[in-house]
């Protein structure tokens, strides 16, 4: 059983079904390190290759630290 508080956070969700960045139908979602995409497991395993992946761990972890629980990330880029 969710309690109330579950089920609202998941009425606000912007979840589509559809990944954010690649647009294909999915059953799971995670959000993005660099921003606030809602992104399928493909894309996630994908971060992790981006050459800045470490530096939008780091940002998000001091963000959260300093009690910035909304930060948008520092933005993602299609590494060439």
């Known amino acids: 059983m969710l ?3 579950w089920r609202c ?3 606000s969700s912007r979840w589509t079904g559809h990944c954010q960045r690649c647009y294909k139908e999915t059953l799971s979602h995670t959000m993005s390190w660099f921003d606030t995409s809602l ?3 493909d894309c996630s395993d994908k971060e ?3 050459p ?3 530096e939008a761990r780091e940002a998000e972890e001091r ?3 300093s009690g910035n629980y909304n930060f948008k990330g520092i933005g993602y880029f299609t590494p060439k």
Do not use: D, F, H
């Open 48 to 50: 992790v290759g981006n």
């Open 52 to 54: 800045r992946y470490k």
């Open 9 to 11: 956070a998941m009425k």
């Open 39 to 41: 992104i399928c497991n």
């Open 63 to 65: 963000a959260v630290r």
């Open 3 to 5: 309690t109330s508080q």
